[in-house]
Structure formats: C-alpha cells, structure tokens
C-alpha cells in the first residue's frame, strides 16, 4: 500500500469528496481541507479531516507542518458562471487570492506538486468543436477568467521555480458514485441532469428546455456530459504522472461527443420510468449551440479511457442518489 500523503482542498465538495474516496481506495493517505461552505462532512468518507479556509494562510502552514504532503489535488472554487457576474470580487478572492495562498504555502512547506481542477470556461465562445487544449483562451465571465489566471500562474510558477502542475479542463461533471455513497448536493442547483432527476422525483414541477432552435440535431443545446468516476480517474492518472516523475500539462476531458438537452430528458425519461413535465422557454443570452471538448490528448498521454460514457449509464447512477440521497442537505 502506498505511503503516499494527498492533500485534497475542497475534498467536502461534489468532485473532491469522490477524489477522496478514490485515492483511498487506491491506497493512499488523504488530507482533506474544507471550510464546508459549499461541501459537506459526511461526504468525506475517510482519512483525515482538516476544518480551514483558504483564505487563512497561518492554517494552512499549520497542516503542511503537521503531515508531510508530497501533492496538492485543488478543488475549492466557486464555480456558478451567473454568481460570478454577479459577484466577481467573491469569485476573484476565492479562486485566485486563495489559491495563491495555498500554492504560498506549498512553497514554503517544499511541496511541488499540484493538480489543479480547471475549466472549458476558459475558452470562451466556441470558436470551433469539439474543444482542443490549442483553442484561443477568452473567457467571457469572473468564473472563467479566474481559472485561466491561475493556468497562467502555474506555468510561470513551472518556469520560476520547477513547481509541476496539472490542470483539468471539463464541462460538466455529471453523474453519481456507483456505489450510491456520493453524488450531487449542490444548494442551489443548476446542473441540468440532477435538475431532471428533481423534475423525475417530483421535488421540480417541471424542467425548462431554454429555446428548441438551435442549428443542432433535435434543437436543443448540446453539451459534454463526463461521468464524475471517470473525471476522477483523469485526475488520478495526472496525479501518478506527477509524484513518477512527469512534467507539468494541462488536459481537456470531456466524452468527446456530447449530449442534447432533449437527449438527457428522453433518457431520464427511459431510466426512471416517469414522464418528466417539460416547458419550453425562449434561449438564454451565451448559450452557444454546441460545448463539446476533445479529450484526444488525455487519453493519449494518461491512458485515460472513459468508463461511463454511455450517457443512460451515467443517469443511472444520479438517479440511484437522488432516490436515496435526494432530500439530504447536510
């Protein structure tokens, strides 16, 4: 079993609390650290718990004094694209200020190896798809703009100072822990599949369908949906790359095709049986037609191979933790 020590920031949250449960399973010790603003406590389902903030960098020293870490997976930033329009001071000091305090700290603790997790928000307005990693960088909101400064942050910090990096760039994680311990419990909601399955079990009235046309196949918006075990087992593979030896690199993931609004409906539909209400409303300012990111170089590089690609699949699974799960807040 590998001795290997993890720290994981935002461990409590969706993405991070089933990067915990992975690394575990796999052997290694994990630190998580989470100031449970937007996560939760038992969703961490082992290892070592460490109640802190970012933004408090005598904390932060406190932990890498305490346990030798020998990498850093990041996973605590506010992610909602509107909120950040909306509040772009929160979203600059949370994803930037913070970060730098984190990577301030791994410096001084001698800590050099990062993952961090990324976005296609970076990317701006599709100028082409599917999304390669050379596509032009112009991110049209706060949210976008912080990750793309600290992609830029991590290559000056690569050439300044050896420090390695990872960055993982996806749409939409998606999907639920197979084994029902894990799943989505953002407060508010706004990702379209859990917001379905909430149509499915009655807790929504309906779900809306934001304009039918749109230059796609049944017109609807399409987008990458990337089950969460699959992106995890991404990061994961980065991660093995790193603590052997590898350089820093920043990947796209995504299933490479991508899924229509009204595909994810007509399958939540099959899967749970239940005639979904649906409304349709007129299209939203930004929305482009098609997201979709090429995963080419993942899978070339990390051997990286999805195994939940197919998307009733991935509905299943959300759907097993909204029956089970879907009325639990904290």
């Known amino acids: 079993m590998s001795k290997t020590t993890i720290l994981v920031a935002g461990g409590a949250g969706y993405i991070g609390s089933h990067m915990v449960k992975m690394l575990l399973a ?4 994990v630190i998580t650290l989470d100031n449970l603003v937007g996560g939760f406590r038992d969703a961490v389902l082992g290892g070592e718990f460490v109640l802190a903030d970012l933004a408090d960098p005598q904390a932060l020293d406190l932990v890498f004094k305490h346990y030798r ?3 850093v997976m990041h996973f605590a930033s506010y992610i909602q694209v509107g909120e950040s329009v909306a509040k772009p001071a929160m979203y600059y000091r949370n994803n930037v200020t913070n970060t730098l305090n984190l990577l301030d700290a791994m410096q001084r603790a001698q800590v050099d190896k990062f993952i961090f997790s990324s976005t296609a928000a970076i990317f701006g307005e599709p100028q082409y798809s599917p999304i390669d990693e050379k596509h032009p960088k112009l991110p049209i909101n706060p949210y976008g ?8 942050v991590l290559e000056d910090y690569q050439a300044a100072y050896d420090f390695k990096s990872m960055c993982f760039r996806y749409f939409n994680a998606a999907g639920a822990d197979p084994e029902g311990q894990l799943g989505e419990r953002h407060d508010p909601e706004t990702h379209l599949i859990p917001l379905v399955l ?12 934001y304009g039918r046309d ?3 196949p049944d017109g609807t918006c399409i987008r990458d949906y990337i089950h969460i075990v699959d992106l995890c087992q991404a990061h994961l593979l980065g991660l093995e790359q790193l603590l052997s030896g590898g350089d820093s ?6 299933n490479g095709a991508g899924f229509s609004v009204q595909e994810v409906i007509d399958v939540a539909c099959e899967v749970t049986g239940i005639n979904i209400p649906v409304e349709t409303g007129v299209r939203r300012a930004g929305d482009p037609a098609r997201l979709v990111a090429c995963a080419d170089a993942a899978k070339a590089a990390l051997g990286w191979q999805p195994e939940y690609a197919d998307l009733s699949t991935l509905i299943a699974h959300a759907w097993q933790w909204e029956q089970s799960h879907g009325n639990k807040k904290n």
């Not at 909430?198 to 369908?209: D, E, F, L, N």
């Not at 690199?249 to 995504?254: I, Q």
């Open 26 to 29: 796999q052997g290694y010790q």
């Open 69 to 71: 870490i020998d990498a």
């Open 145 to 152: 703009r912080s990750k793309w400064m600290i992609e830029q």
């Open 198 to 209: 909430q149509a499915a079990s009655g807790k929504r009235s309906h779900i809306s369908v």
């Open 214 to 216: 749109y230059d796609t």
């Open 249 to 254: 690199a920043v990947y796209n993931l995504g």
